[in-house]
Each structure stands twice: as structure tokens, then as C-alpha cells.
């Protein structure tokens, strides 16, 4: 599916430090990936992997004292004439005018806690419109129309209503679908969406990922899909990029991520996840220890104090690289590429 | 588990827990949240009940009833004293509860704050043998290591702080410090939610070994229903203060009988994408404790409701031995489980 398409984002070797008193966390450490047009793709990992502050780069809107230290974010946009235009995202300051227009224009971005990512002290409609005028040149009464409208698109019940109350006033879901509801406002081609559905029940998380598949469907919709949650990667994504200590450690289509896992810390996490199909009162199989302290990672390949595949004096001394390995693909590890 | 000799460690009878709302300058009471509405059930010896259901269920509640977190409403909470007499934990007064709760310990969501970062880890863990008065310092001390090493931590580990520590070696060390009285009955109120997917495994293994080596009896309050399936003998699915469903883990996954078992076993994303499932998503949102729909309170939003569901609540009733289900068509009705 790859080759015959241009992907709609790129993002090569991307490298964001954080610099505290303490000294360097290396959050995300040299990441690549590609992000096909009208497709999923799922970043998946353990917290401290770097998959949140990977968003957030590529919105620029990494906190102090992060920043991107090197790599480039390549957004391709259509000029119109069949040829398209690319920009590089890390070369625009954040503050920029080109900037504000990508997040919001270009870019969506829904959170995973929709309670503290609307303020409190104005009503949800009062936020879309803003959103929508601060993009859009259109009357107050417009953007309220639209408001509205992009309510009701999301699913959410009597949206003339709705749109005058506050965030604490509505359920977990409504909320989540209000989030979506101003992320989508400004038609962006790209939602990144950042554990969308962490903070919900099963039932309302079932809601709100056929509501992801719906809107993308309808509006062509390229989705960036955050998680540490398998099971929603294997339902909604096409590609997967696992992400361990700040690196990717492998990236394939998702059948091949589930089915045919490369780097031995896919196949652990696969092995270890309690599973609804398994038996009942079982042992699951571990991956040994924790996930290392960020001022702490270890040399080498990152995951190999924790690795069943460990071999002393390679993987402790030199980072293997993504390389290919099987169709579409890439494998960090020295089982496949020997150093 | 519990076969033919089982000794009833627990049993809930009629157990209700409302909250009243108060509204305007006065306080007075508009209405009341039925957060736990007639709930029974009971626990054998040695064996893991779960409670499962969605935020606002009562689980929770239901939980902090039988430790006397909160004073219920009404109903009994029978408990067989490890000196032999069954007590109801719902009715005692608040100065015979403190040789109870050496029995009933709690192991508790968050590994982060559960513990006090002021605290070493011996301060922590002997907390409750110095609240209760047991042993000398260095019983304690000997008991500490002891329990430390029996949740997979390092004795020498006792004089450092938690700051130090992973969250699964956070929850290690609340487990440890649950275990310091020797209790019988354990509540564990989300035990794994906040940790990572690779640390999961290790706590919920941890939580089995020690119910073999300790013939420890657990009470599990969770909405993860593939944790619940890995650890659980029973499960009892609540849903609006009430449970809908209760039977042994491998039926009640296999075979639900409460189409709200079935929706929520349907809605748990499973990781394999060749299973990408025709979901059954629910419609609407769980129902208002405060403002219950009438008749089952599942009606609304069932797709198998007929009139009667509108107007009457029905029972919990065993439909097949050790099989209770609480809905009208329980015995027409076949309903899709997942396999193996």
C-alpha cells in the first residue's frame, strides 16, 4: 500500500531533548516514521517511550525544557495545481504565524483528558467558535452555526443545547465528542489523537473509536493514534510504530505487527497483555523488570537489560538501526541486522 | 476452586449504599443517588470474586462497604472472624470494626499516592503492625524483610523511600504492606489500572502465587475485563447499583446470559486486527443513579428489550445452578460470549 503513495507527513530521525537541572532525557531519541494519506497510523508504548512528546513535536508545542535538538517534520500539502508543496515544521518557530495555522488548519489534536483540556469557565461552543473564527473568517453567528453543526457530526445529542454549557456539565463521552467536535472544526486533514479514549469506560470507548472510523470515512481523514493499548491499535490501525525508551523499535502494518512481530520487546508486550480470549486464572508470561528511569537508560540497545535475546557484547555496546525486515517492514534489533 | 467443603468467608445480603443529594442554602436533601441498590453475594474461602462494571456502577462503593469505609444504607456484610464467629460487619459499632480490619486489608489503585513519600519503606510496610501493636522493633523488622522478599523485593530495600521505585515496584510494596497482619480477605480496587501493560502481568502473577501460598481470599474490584478473566474464580457484572449478572469466570465469559455482559465483552478491543469485531455498540450513556429509568434500568439501551422491560425491574435469579442473571428474557435469549 506503501510504495505508490506520497505520505501525507514524514517525520526522519526526530530528536526531542528535555534539559532539566537534573540533566538530558533523551524523550524521543532519533524517530522515523511516515504517515500515509486517508490511513491510521498507531504509535504504541509503555509510558516514558516518547509517544505523547512525538505529537506534540510535530504540533510544536513541546513544554520547557523540551525541545526538538535535530530531525526534520515534513508536512506535505496540496498547492491546487496537482503538485505539492512540503514544509519542514521543525524549521518555523512555535510562536509563528505559519505555525498557528498548521495546528488547528492542518493538524488536529484531541487529548486524552477532555476535562482538563477545555476551560472551565466557558462554555464548550464558546471554545469551538473561537477555534473556528481564530481559522476562519466568519461572523460570531456563523461560527456558532458551524459550532453546531460540527456538534452534531460528532454525535452529540441536541447540539443547540449542549453548546451552552460548560465541560463539567457533560459526561465523560460528550465531552470526548465535544473535544473531537473542536479538534475537527477547522477541517484539518491530519487528527492526531493522544489516548482518546484512556479516560472512558468499554462501552464509551467502543463509541468513540467507530465515531473515529465514521468521521474518517466521511472526511478523508488522516489519523495519528496515540496508545498504549493493543487492542485499540489491532481495531482502528493500518500501520503501527512501537515505540520503546524514546526509540522506534519496529514498524509494520498491523497484521504483521500482531502476527508476525519482529523485535523481541513486540513479541513480549503481545506475549504479557492480559487477554480477554485466554483462560481463566493463568499464568501470563513476563517481560522481566521495569521500565528504566529516564536518567537512567541504558547503553546500547535500550530494552537490552530486558531482552530474552540479549547478546552481551553487542547489544549493550552499539544502538542497532530500523532496518527492513519482511515486507514494509522495519525491525531495530541486532538478531536481524548484525552489527 | 470452591468445591463441595467451601467455607463462606464473606457473604452480602441486601446491601444498599444511597447518598444523598442536597440542594439550595439549607442542604435539604432533593433526592438520593441509589449508589449500591441491593446487592448479594458472598465469597468462599480462598477463592477471587470480581466486581466489574463501568465508572458509577457501585462497585467501588460496594467495596468500601465491606471494609466500613462507609456505613451502608441497610443490608448485612456476614464475615466469618478468623476466631470462628460471624460478624456483620454493616452493623457494628465503630469501636469492635479495629480486630476486624486486621483481616480485611486493601490494596489500592494508584501505587503513586497510596504511599507516603515521607516514609521509608519499613515505616510503610510496618505500619500496621505498629498501629496494632505487634511484635518488638526488631519483629518487625524480621517480618518486614519477610514480606518483602514474599512480594519479589529486596529486604535491603526496607530504609529507602518509594521515590525510588517503579510503579510495579510500588504496588509490590502496598501488597506487602496489606499482607503485614496476616489477613484473610484482601480488597484490591483496581490493583493493576495505573500500571504499565508490561508490568501488569508481574502484579496480577504476584496476586495468584500469593493466593496458593497463602490461601488468601480476594475480592477484586475492576473494569479491565481481561485482567478480570486472568485472576478470577466468579465475576459479578454490576451495571446502576444493582448486579445484572453473576456466575463462574469461564461461563460468564463463554456463555453470557445479561445482554449487558454481552455489550461489554463485545466492546473490549481485542488485540488482534483479523478479529476487528462487529462490535455491538451501546447507545446512550449508563443510566443516572439518581433518576433511574423505569422497569430494567438496561432497557434503554438494550437491543433485545420488549414492554415488559419498560415496566418491571426484574430479579437477580439463578437461572442454571450458580448462575444468576437479572433480566427478563435470561432464558430465551443466546447471547454471544468470545472463545478461548
Same mark, same amino acid.
Do not use: W
Given at each position: ?79 491546487? +495545481? ?213 536518567? +537512567? ?30 515486507? +514494509? ?11 | ?180 497482619? +496476616? ?95 462487529? *462490535? ?55 447471547? *454471544?460470549?468470545?472463545?478461548?
Amino acid at each position: 500500500m506503501a510504495e505508490n503513495q506520497t505520505p501525507i507527513l514524514s517525520v526522519r530521525d526526530l530528536k526531542t531533548y528535555f534539559f532539566p537541572d537534573e540533566g538530558t532525557v533523551k524523550a524521543v531519541d532519533g524517530a522515523s516514521f511516515d504517515l500515509y494519506p486517508r490511513k491510521t497510523l498507531g504509535i504504541v508504548g509503555e509510558s516514558g517511550c516518547g509517544k505523547s512528546v512525538t505529537a506534540r513535536s510535530i504540533l510544536r508545542i513541546v513544554e520547557r525544557p523540551g525541545r526538538i535538538v535535530g530531525g526534520a517534520i515534513l508536512l506535505r500539502r496540496d498547492s491546487g +495545481n496537482g503538485r505539492g508543496t512540503e514544509v519542514d515544521l521543525t524549521q518555523f518557530d512555535p510562536e509563528s504565524r505559519e505555525m498557528r495555522q498548521i495546528r488547528g488548519g492542518d493538524i488536529g489534536l484531541i487529548f486524552q483528558e477532555p476535562m482538563t483540556s477545555f476551560s472551565p469557565v466557558h462554555t464548550i461552543g464558546n471554545q469551538i467558535v473561537e477555534t473556528i473564527r481564530l481559522h476562519q473568517d466568519v461572523s460570531e453567528q456563523q461560527g456558532r452555526r458551524k459550532a453546531i453543526e460540527m456538534l452534531h457530526l460528532v454525535g452529540v445529542p441536541k447540539p443547540e443545547r449542549r453548546i451552552d454549557e460548560y465541560a463539567f456539565q457533560l459526561s465523560g463521552g460528550l465531552r470526548q465528542r465535544a473535544m473531537i467536535a473542536m479538534a475537527l472544526a477547522c477541517g484539518p486533514r491530519i487528527l492526531i489523537a493522544d489516548e482518546p479514549t484512556t479516560a472512558l469506560d468499554v462501552t464509551t470507548q467502543a463509541q468513540i473509536l467507530d465515531l473515529l472510523r465514521h468521521l474518517q470515512e466521511r472526511e478523508g481523514m488522516t489519523i495519528i493514534l496515540i496508545t498504549h493499548n493493543l487492542g485499540v491499535v489491532a481495531e482502528m490501525c493500518d500501520q503501527v510504530v512501537v515505540m520503546y525508551l524514546g526509540r522506534v523499535v519496529e514498524q509494520g502494518p498491523v497484521d504483521a505487527i500482531f502476527h508476525a512481530p519482529k523485535h523481541p520487546y513486540t513479541q513480549a508486550l503481545l506475549r504479557s497483555i492480559p487477554s480477554i480470549h485466554a483462560t481463566v486464572r493463568t499464568e501470563l508470561p513476563t517481560i522481566a523488570g521495569s521500565i528504566p528511569h529516564p536518567y +537512567n537508560r541504558p547503553t546500547g540497545c535500550p530494552f537490552h537489560p530486558r531482552c530474552p535475546d540479549f547478546m552481551p557484547g553487542t547489544c549493550d555496546r552499539s544502538e542497532p538501526g530500523l532496518h527492513p525486515a519482511g515486507e +514494509n517492514q522495519d525491525v531495530s534489533c541486532f538478531l536481524y541486522h548484525p552489527a | 476452586m470452591s468445591l463441595g467443603t467451601s467455607v463462606r468467608l464473606l457473604d452480602v445480603k441486601g446491601l444498599q449504599k444511597f447518598f444523598p443529594i442536597r440542594k439550595g442554602f439549607l442542604k435539604r436533601e432533593a433526592g438520593q443517588v441509589r449508589a449500591v441498590d441491593d446487592v448479594s453475594f458472598h465469597v468462599d474461602k480462598g477463592e477471587t470474586l470480581s466486581l466489574v462494571g463501568e465508572s458509577g456502577c457501585g462497585k467501588t462503593t460496594t467495596a468500601r462497604c465491606i471494609l466500613r469505609a462507609i456505613t451502608p444504607t441497610a443490608g448485612q456484610i456476614l464475615f466469618r472472624s478468623e476466631d470462628g464467629p460471624v460478624v456483620d460487619v454493616a452493623s457494628l459499632p465503630k469501636s469492635r470494626l479495629r480486630p476486624l480490619r486486621r483481616q480485611m486489608q486493601m490494596i489500592f489503585q494508584d501505587p503513586f499516592s497510596s504511599l507516603n513519600p515521607r516514609r521509608t519503606l519499613f515505616d510503610i510496610v510496618a505500619e500496621p503492625l505498629a498501629a496494632n501493636d505487634v511484635g518488638t522493633r526488631q519483629e518487625r523488622v524480621n517480618r518486614v524483610a519477610e514480606l518483602l522478599r514474599l512480594v519479589g523485593l529486596r529486604p535491603e530495600y526496607m530504609r529507602r523511600y518509594p521515590h525510588a521505585f517503579s510503579g510495579g515496584q510500588r504496588q509490590r510494596i502496598g501488597i506487602a504492606r496489606a499482607l503485614a497482619l +496476616n489477613p484473610s480477605l484482601i480488597v484490591a480496587d483496581e490493583p493493576v489500572s495505573a500500571l504499565d501493560v508490561s508490568v501488569q502481568a508481574q502484579i496480577l502473577n504476584l496476586m495468584l502465587k500469593l493466593q496458593a501460598q497463602l490461601g488468601l481470599t480476594y475480592l477484586l474490584v475492576a473494569h479491565d475485563l481481561s485482567v478480570v478473566k486472568h485472576v478470577s474464580d466468579r465475576v459479578a457484572v454490576m451495571y446502576v447499583g444493582k448486579i445484572v449478572e453473576m456466575t463462574d469466570t469461564q461461563r460468564l465469559f463463554t456463555a453470557p446470559k445479561h445482554p449487558y455482559t454481552e455489550a461489554l465483552l463485545s466492546a473490549v478491543p481485542k488485540p488482534d486486527p483479523r478479529l476487528r469485531a462487529q *462490535r455491538i455498540v451501546l447507545e446512550g450513556e449508563v443510566a443516572d443513579a439518581a433518576n433511574p429509568p423505569s422497569g430494567c434500568y438496561f432497557h434503554p439501551r438494550c437491543r433485545y428489550a420488549v414492554d415488559a422491560c419498560r415496566q418491571e425491574t426484574p430479579r437477580l435469579e439463578e437461572v442454571q445452578p450458580g448462575h444468576f442473571v437479572s433480566c427478563h428474557r435470561a432464558r430465551e435469549l443466546t447471547l *454471544r460470549g468470545v472463545g478461548q
